[in-house]
């Protein structure tokens, strides 16, 4: 079975701050990994993912994560945070563990950001 | 544009009634999912479907259905069995099951009183 644990449900940044969303997955085989912004009310957007290849990956709106095989880790970062950046933040995590690529997402992270 | 719309965006129903919640897309996906949100809890997996007249339960199927008739359609039903069914339901799809990124709708805010 796969999973995924987003450590801290809440973290909270100045503006201009350097942003870490922690991801840990749990899968038996290599994984698909995925980053979702969700604004209130809204559905989520794809921020960005990892497939294969390059294990450092580039999104939108200047977030990156780094796909840690060792470590079992996706962390999502970005070099400075802005007010816009105030959302809620999934982690997911698609293998064919059990049979099918079912996506299985995270808690969520609501990241505050203080001016 | 394409993408996935439901509807509606708010929905109020008294206790012991079914509902229905929409969900097309035009994206020419074929796999497509409900997810429940609660508060502190991510999305729970509620059904998938990975092709016309198919689909699976999810993590937490019971007090729902589905059904597939056509590949841009996946209709919620909320039935009197659900327990607690005020929440927040996503819509979403997929070019194929898994392997890559899925597309949400808006959301439908069901409230049951």
């Known amino acids: 079975a796969q999973s995924v644990t987003q450590l801290g449900s809440h973290v909270s940044v100045s503006e201009g701050a350097l942003v870490l969303l922690r991801c840990n997955y749990s899968s038996s085989v290599p994984p698909y990994l995925f980053w979702y912004v969700q604004y209130p009310n809204q559905g989520l957007q794809l921020l960005l993912k990892?497939?294969?290849?390059?294990?450092l990956v580039k999104g939108i709106n200047g977030f990156e994560a780094e796909f840690k095989k060792s470590e079992t880790s996706f962390h999502l970062t970005k070099p400075s945070a802005h007010m816009s950046d105030a959302a809620e933040y999934f982690c997911a995590v698609s293998s064919a563990s059990g049979g099918s690529y079912i996506p299985t997402f995270g808690r969520g992270t609501s990241l505050i950001v203080h001016p | 544009d394409g993408g996935i719309t439901q509807s509606p965006k708010y929905l109020f129903r008294k206790e012991g009634q079914n509902v229905t919640l929409s969900c097309e897309q035009n994206?020419?996906?074929?796999?497509m999912y409900w997810y429940r949100q609660d508060p502190g809890q991510g999305l729970r997996l509620i059904y998938y479907s990975q092709i016309v007249n198919d689909f699976q339960k999810g993590d937490i199927a019971e007090g729902y259905s589905v059904s597939r008739e056509k590949k841009e359609s996946f209709p919620l039903t909320v039935t009197s069995a659900q327990k607690n069914p005020t929440a927040f339901y996503l819509c979403?799809?997929?070019?194929?099951?898994?392997?890559?990124?899925?597309?949400f709708g808006q959301g439908t805010r069901l409230t049951v009183v």
């Open positions: 979403a799809s997929s070019i194929v099951i898994g392997s890559t990124e899925a597309f």
């Open positions: 994206l020419n996906h074929d796999a």
């Open positions: 990892y497939t294969t290849g390059a294990t």
